[in-house]
């Protein structure tokens, strides 16, 4: 087996090496060098020390992306402390039943957060600091007091002279060692922290390093939109990023797709890491509006000049997304068929990664170059795949995985470690999936979403609502069964219906014409036998996933 270098020499190596470079900006506003961030990380493993925290003790983050959030995390790693970050957009009561569950010791807060939480509700902290400015907005202990008061006392007399790339000397860290607990939900009943020790970061980022690396420039820009608390955004825009030498553009606030659209314009990024949602809404919005007119459909089908019309579409579509960039990878969820069968057709550089939190999160990715539509690549470096099914190049089985970048299991769970990862290191991961001769995967649909049809058929609803996304005031649909009978729950596009004008009979009208041409599109235990429009948007966790448990008996 491959020997794994400790992970935090990475956050050290790239620090030194790119000491004056550009590191961390938070997107309109201050601008982080590498050497800010080491002097930043330096004050805080001081407060560390100083109030007692110790090698192994559990430090929680709680905030949007920001540079302070980043080196606030990356603190906690180089010190040896155990990182449990925290989406942002759980609710309070969540935030302390996981603070509490993970029996942290700080909590770093950013400024939404630390006006919703209850101090009291957390009693085994012993503060909670704020992201912002790193001040105590609670503290029950003398020692924290007395730190964070004379913290940069306590610095001065450290470093009298200068504080330089030598002074950079982090936790030497080994394989096993517990790096981070993420959880994969903050209800109490179902809330699962996942162990993912120093291995599980090494495996993501070494993957990275070595297929992405030397195919990206060494002084790039990176727009992180996708929040650093799920393991997607931290490691692949983050940890890759930082690691990579990249200056690094944080959205503070919420990531529309307008304020992503202009941040890619400025920024400019040399690789882009989404989730399908943004790039969907960024193609359907801006590009489909220009290519999809009577003049470049009659252009296209001319043979002869339809190549060359393919390449000033892509040229165009490309600027869209800032004109620099490598490849888009797109994970967290398939994508939309329409617009992957567009963004192929062009030669556009995209393709689709499959992991889990549980993974850390990479099982597979293929470069743009090898990317085969509906597939998410074939395994990563140091991982194993396999189908669950007698026949997995057309029998859909479940996909399980060992190697690196797997769990040690979840906190305080041996039941559900025991239930997730077998005797011979496979990790169940609930994904129902076809596997080609080739080894690449193409996903069915998650095996607690699939529905049996009338005569005892499997139906996969994310196919079915794959086909109806593509069609007429369809902004996004979830499939449903309501006795033996399926029933699609559509969200209409609500600026189009604002701007065509259209009544609540008109969009009646449309969608049961959607209804009648989807039937036509799918087998016939598949057909949808009633829609009902949502003009609420769906609820979505913060990966962008439609929270399918809230409609099925609605």
């Known amino acids: 087996m491959e020997t794994i270098p400790s992970f935090n020499s990475y956050i050290q190596n790239t620090i030194k090496t790119n000491w004056d470079k550009d590191a961390l900006t938070d997107y309109k506003g201050a601008t982080l060098q590498f050497h800010d961030v080491a002097r930043k990380i330096e004050k805080l493993h001081i407060l560390f020390e100083n109030s007692g925290v110790e090698k192994g003790d559990k430090i929680a983050l709680c905030g949007r ?59 085994g902290l012993e503060g909670i600091v704020y992201i912002p400015d790193y001040s105590l907005v ?5 020692k924290l007091t007395y730190a964070r008061e004379n913290l940069n006392a306590i610095f001065g007399k450290k470093y009298p002279k200068y504080f330089h790339q030598e002074h950079v000397n982090y936790h030497t860290d080994n394989p096993e060692e517990l790096a981070l607990i993420n959880y994969t939900s903050g209800t109490t009943g179902y809330s699962k ?22 195919r990206l420039p060494d002084n790039g820009n990176m727009v992180c939109i996708l929040p650093m608390a799920h393991m997607y955004g931290m490691a692949i825009e983050f940890i890759f990023g930082f690691c990579k030498g990249f200056h690094l553009y944080f959205l503070t606030r919420l990531p529309s797709p307008s304020l992503i659209a202009e941040a890619f314009a400025e920024v400019k990024p040399v690789l882009i890491v989404a989730v399908p949602l943004i790039i969907d809404k960024i193609i359907r919005k801006r590009v ?5 007119t009577s003049r470049v459909r009659l252009l296209l089908s001319m043979p002869v000049i339809s190549k060359k019309v393919k390449q000033k579409i892509c040229e165009q579509v490309i600027n869209v997304f800032g004109g620099k960039m490598y490849e888009i990878i797109v994970g967290g969820a398939a994508l939309n068929k329409e617009v992957e069968a567009f963004l192929k057709a062009i030669e556009f550089p995209i393709t689709v990664g499959y992991g889990t939190t549980e993974c850390a999160p990479l099982i597979s990715y293929s470069d743009y170059h090898d990317f085969v539509v509906q597939s998410c690549g074939t395994a990563v470096d140091g991982m194993e795949v396999k189908i669950v099914s007698n026949d997995p190049e057309n029998i859909p089985g479940e996909i399980i995985t060992r190697g690196t970048n797997v769990m040690v299991g979840y906190y305080k769970n041996p039941e559900a470690t025991s239930k997730a990862i077998d005797e011979e290191g496979w990790y169940h991961t609930g994904d129902l999936a076809t596997m080609d ?77 959607n209804r009648q041409e989807l039937n036509k599109q799918i087998p016939p235990f598949c057909k949808i036998s009633s829609f009902e429009i949502h003009m609420e948007e769906f609820a979505k966790t913060p990966k962008k996933s439609i929270k399918r448990y809230l409609y099925q008996e609605a």
Not at 78 to 93: L, R, S
Not at 288 to 292: A, G, H, S, Y
Request: proline residues 4%; aromatic residues 8%.
């Open 65 to 123: 992306n920001s540079s302070n959030w980043a080196v606030a995390f990356l603190a906690t790693l180089t010190y040896g402390a155990v990182a449990v970050p925290i989406q942002h957009e759980f609710t309070a009561e969540q935030i302390h039943h996981i603070v509490n569950h993970s029996e942290s010791k700080l909590l770093f807060v950013g400024d939404v957060v630390a006006t919703a939480i209850v101090p009291d509700e957390m009693p």
């Open 288 to 292: 489909f509006p220009i290519v999809q």
């Open 138 to 142: 609670v503290s029950r202990s003398e």
């Open 193 to 214: 922290g996942v162990m993912l020790p120093y291995r599980t970061l090494w495996g993501n980022l070494n993957f990275c390093l070595t297929h992405l690396g030397d």
């Open 437 to 513: 001769a080739d080894g690449r995967i193409f996903i069915r649909g998650r095996i607690k979403n699939m529905l049996l049809g009338g005569n005892g058929q499997n139906v996969y609803p994310e196919e079915i609502e794959d086909k109806l996304n593509s069609m007429a005031m369809v902004s996004e649909s979830i499939i449903v069964q309501r006795g033996e009978k399926l029933v699609a729950l559509i969200h209409p596009d609500s600026e189009e219906v604002k701007s065509m004008g259209f009544t609540e009979q008109d969009l009646q009208e449309i969608m049961e014409q």
